[in-house]
């Protein structure tokens, strides 16, 4: 049996043949040098295989993608597994915070409060900004049956998104039928104030046409159609008492049967469904800062929204719907009226503090468009809370999608 050579260290002779050609054996570092590359020697043909793999199932998953019309399932897995991430997403500034975008919006209208006026602005919106607008035909039932909220809800949902739905409706509580809740909106006015404009359109309409109100009330006499507003009030007429005085609560209270009860109950109800469910109910005497939060809270569909309600153009359409033939009430009437109110009052400035609380949040400070048509000294207004807002309570963004969230 041949023995092995020695090398001077002791152990085998790393070159059995001899040392290499032109020289002496070499030294430790160019023999370990030629070591290391020995594995890759002897795994190169592996290594190739494997490469020629990758590339046949990434072939087969490019033509899978393109005869399927989309990305396979595997492929969607893995992404949302490595996220999307890049180098200057990880490197670069941050992102600016996008607000989330709600793609269901209800604006269930109540009436005499500016509701036409903000209608004929969401027609030029959602041409601009291409979201859906799903309005309906129907103004005179508020007040639905279950089947009929079943119906309704369920063509609501399923109409293209981004919608916003518009219509005189009382609220509808979509997660009771299994749907999905959307953001609400709305605007109200002073009681009265609106009492006096639904009062007179019913009888007179408004400056786009004589015989509107002829169409909307064709069966009113002459004498009810001329009846004098403060005889009405005084003499206790239907039209001038309660229940039918009891207008605003029930939009923001709800389809339950106690919702068209004058009470606390349901002034309690209205209150907490604006709360939970509605992003914003604005003050139709500040109209324009009512604009300018929708703009902000809602770009997708209220950008550029005040430049266009302050455009002449728009102007002299919003103009033609201004009720006519209207008179102020005797101060009589008008505190007899605020006294059969005063439900319809607590919650308007319940709604009206909340308002000024996020004009103030927003740096957006309160004034009145226009005057209302009532003698303002003859209705008390409780006085509002000035305290400062904590640094805490300025992150209006966090404020915002907590909303969205609900």
Not at 165 to 179: A, D, E, K
Not at 374 to 394: A, K, N
Request: proline fraction near 8%.
């Amino acid at each position: 049996m041949k023995k092995k050579q020695q090398h001077p260290g002791g152990g085998a002779d790393p070159w059995p043949h001899g040392a290499p050609l032109g020289g002496a054996p070499p030294g430790l570092g160019s023999w370990k040098r030629r070591v290391s590359l020995l594995p890759f020697l002897r795994f190169s043909l592996r290594d190739y295989g494997f490469c020629m793999a990758t590339l046949l199932v990434f072939c087969l998953g490019s033509l899978f993608y393109q005869l399927s019309g989309g990305p396979p399932r595997f492929l969607l897995d893995l992404r949302q597994y490595l996220g999307n991430s890049t180098y200057l997403d990880d490197h670069g500034p941050p992102p600016s915070k996008v607000l989330p975008f709600p793609s269901q919006v209800v604006y269930n209208r109540v009436g005499k409060c500016g509701s036409r006026t903000v209608v004929l602005l969401l027609r030029i919106l959602s041409e601009k900004h291409g979201f859906n607008l799903v309005t309906s035909d129907i103004h005179n039932k508020t007040r639905l049956t279950k089947n009929e909220q079943m119906e309704l809800i369920k063509n609501i949902s399923t109409a293209e998104q981004p919608y916003l739905f518009t219509r005189h409706v009382h609220f509808l509580n979509f997660s009771r039928f299994g749907g999905d809740q959307p953001v609400y909106i709305n605007i109200i006015r002073d009681p009265v104030s609106r009492f006096l404009s639904n009062y007179f359109f019913r009888r007179f309409g408004d400056w786009r046409g004589e015989q509107n109100h002829m169409i909307r009330t064709p069966s009113m006499r002459q004498e009810e159609r001329y009846l004098d507003i403060n005889e009405c009030i005084l003499e206790n007429y239907p039209e001038c008492s309660n229940p039918r005085l009891f207008y605003i609560i029930p939009y923001f209270c709800g389809q339950h049967p106690r919702c068209r009860e004058p009470g606390e109950w349901a002034l309690q109800r209205a209150k907490l469904n604006v709360n939970e469910n509605f992003l914003l109910v604005g003050i139709l005497e500040e109209l324009e800062d009512v604009l300018l939060l929708l703009e902000r809270f809602l770009p997708h569909y209220f950008k550029g929204v005040l430049s266009i309600y302050k455009d002449p153009e728009h102007r002299k359409l919003g103009n033609m719907t201004v009720t006519v033939k209207k008179t102020v009430p005797s101060p009589e009437a008008v505190q007899i009226l605020y006294q059969r109110m005063r439900y319809e009052y607590e919650f308007y400035h319940y709604v009206k503090e909340q308002f000024h609380l996020l004009k103030r949040k927003f740096g957006l400070k309160s004034h009145v468009s226009s005057p209302p048509l009532r003698p303002q000294f003859f209705i008390p207004t409780p006085p509002e809370t000035e305290e400062p807002i904590d640094d805490e309570d300025q992150d209006d963004e966090k404020w915002l999608e907590d909303i969205y969230k609900r």
